[in-house]
C-alpha cells in the first residue's frame, strides 16, 4: 500500500487536466456569441417589457413563429433577420437583453439590445415615450460585459465579445419616424434632405465606433430598405401604387454614404470589422420583382387594415392573409418571415453589391482560422 501517496497526486492531476479539458472542449464547441443592436426590424421583445405602444405582443403576430405559434415581440408572423443568422451560427436565437431569462449560460449566446421605435438619433421615435435608444443600448452592451465577467473572468469575458459576431440595423425610423414624421418637421426645418444624410452618417459613425471600442470586431451594417416601398408610404405618400419618392430619395442618399463611411472606418481602422449589407438593394428586388421570389404582392402588407394594409399596425381586427409565403411584407413596415430568410441567404453568400467586402460565409470561414 506504500505506492498510495505517490499515485495519488498523478490521480488528481489527471482528473484536473480531464476536467479542464472537458472544459476547453465545452468553450470551443460553443458557436460564437451574437449580439443585435437596432429597431423593430430586429427587436425580439424587448419592448414587451417596457411602457410603450411599439410592440408586438398580440397576436396575429407570431402566427407562424414555431414552435409556440404565438406572439414574442419580434415585428413578424415568425422569425426575424437575427432568428435566421443565429440559425447561420449553430446557435439558439438570443434573448432580449431585458428578459429575466438571460442569466448563467444564456448570457455566453450573445443579447439581443434593439427596440422598436428607436433610431441613430435620440429624438426619433419620441411618441413612443419609453424605447431603448441607441446610447442606452450601447450601456446596456457595457453592463452585459460586466455580467458575463463575473460568470466567467474578464479575459474570457473579453475574448467572447472580441470573437462575437454584431448585427446592427438603424437608421429608417430616423426619417420615418423623424424628419417626414409631420409635415414641417423640427428636424426637416432644421436641414434639408442632403445635409440631414450627411447628419445621421456622423452620428452613426460615433456610435459604431464607441461599439468598436466596447469591443465589437466583426460587425454588419445593414443600410435602410425601400422606404417608400412600404405598404405605410404607399397608402399615406404613395400615388396610383407608386413608391413615395421623397422617402425613396432619402434611402438612395443614405445607403451609400453609409457604405462608404464603413468603408472609411475599416481603413481607419486598418481591417476589416464592419461589413456594409445592402439591405435597400436585397429589398428592391422583392419590390420590383416579387414573383421572382414566389411573392404574389410586394405592395400589399399580410396583416393590415386600409389601402395596402397599410395603416397601422397589424392587430387581432386585422386583415389577414391566409398564405403567409406569398408576402413580401408581413405589416405596413416589416418584411414577412419568408422575406428576413431570403435577405440572410444575401447576407450569407450574397456578392459585393450586397454585402461589402465580404458575406457573411466568408467571415466565418476567415474567422475559424484565424481563431
Known sequence: MAFLPNFAPFTVLSLVLLVVGVIVSR????????????????????????????????????????????PTGRFSNGFNIPDFISQRLGSESTLPYLSPELTGDKLLVGANFASAGIGILNDTGIQFVNVIRMYRQLEYFQEYQN????????????????????????????????????????????????????????????LLQKLYDLGARRVLVTGTGPLGCVPSELAQRGRNGECAAELQQAAELFNPQLEQ?????????????????????MHNNFVSNPQQFGFITAKVACCGQGPYNGLGLCTPLSNLCPNREQYAFWDA??????????????????SEAYMNPMNLSTILALDAITT
Do not use: C
Not at 429597431?39 to 417589457?49: E, I
Open 27 to 70: 468553450a470551443e464547441a460553443r458557436p460564437r456569441a451574437f449580439f443585435v443592436f437596432g429597431d423593430s426590424l430586429v427587436d425580439n421583445g424587448n419592448n414587451n417589457f417596457l411602457a410603450t405602444t411599439a410592440r408586438a405582443d398580440a397576436p396575429p403576430y407570431g402566427i407562424d413563429y414555431g414552435p409556440t405559434h404565438r
Open 147 to 206: 455580467r458575463v465577467s463575473a460568470l466567467i473572468g474578464a479575459s474570457q469575458a473579453k475574448r467572447l465579445v472580441n470573437q462575437s459576431l454584431v448585427l446592427i440595423t438603424v437608421g429608417g425610423n430616423d426619417f420615418v419616424n423623424n424628419y417626414y414624421l409631420v409635415p414641417n418637421s423640427a428636424r426637416s426645418r432644421q436641414y434639408p434632405l442632403p445635409q440631414y444624410v450627411k447628419y445621421l452618417i456622423s452620428e452613426y459613425q460615433k
Open 261 to 281: 463611411m464603413l468603408l472609411q472606418l475599416n481603413r481607419k481602422l486598418g481591417k476589416d470589422v464592419f461589413i456594409a449589407a445592402n439591405t435597400g438593394k
Open 333 to 350: 413596415f416589416h418584411p414577412s418571415e419568408k422575406a428576413n430568410r431570403l435577405i440572410v441567404e444575401e447576407i450569407m453568400s450574397g
